[in-house]
């Protein structure tokens, strides 16, 4: 099991920046992606940044070249930089660690969510 506290959110301007954290209670070297997702008021919860295991990394269209996602292993926390925020980013930010046994089951664990506002 993997328990995440997120952190770093807040309220922020347009075209402002924050980052955001992710602690994991393991190490997150093993762990198959980190993921930040987020949901705004009244819509469904959608993937914002994924970052796998092995380093890669994908972006929603709406965030990309905004948003950097990022992992520190010694500190087991992984990162959400943004930047050029804008007020349709706003929303409850979390963090999502996904798994997969040797079985081949899939593990999903998440965090309370830290929530990100963006004023006009």
């Known amino acids: 099991q993997v328990q995440l506290v997120e952190s770093g959110g807040g309220l922020v301007q347009a075209g402002g920046s924050l980052r955001l954290s992710c602690a994991a209670s393991?190490?997150?070297?093993?762990?198959?992606?980190m993921n930040w997702y987020r949901q705004a008021p009244g819509k469904q919860r959608e993937l914002v940044a994924t970052?796998?295991?092995?380093?890669?990394?994908n972006y929603a269209d709406s965030v990309k070249g905004r948003f950097t996602i990022s992992r520190e292993n010694t500190k087991n926390t992984v990162y959400l930089q943004m930047n050029s925020l804008k007020p349709e980013d706003t929303g409850i930010y979390y963090c999502?660690?996904?798994?997969?046994?040797?079985?081949?089951?899939?593990?999903?664990?998440w965090g309370q969510g830290t929530q990100v506002t963006v004023s006009s």
């Open positions: 999502n660690a996904h798994t997969i046994s040797g079985l081949g089951v899939n593990y999903d664990y």
């Open positions: 970052l796998t295991r092995g380093g890669s990394t």
């Open positions: 393991r190490s997150i070297g093993s762990i198959n992606a």
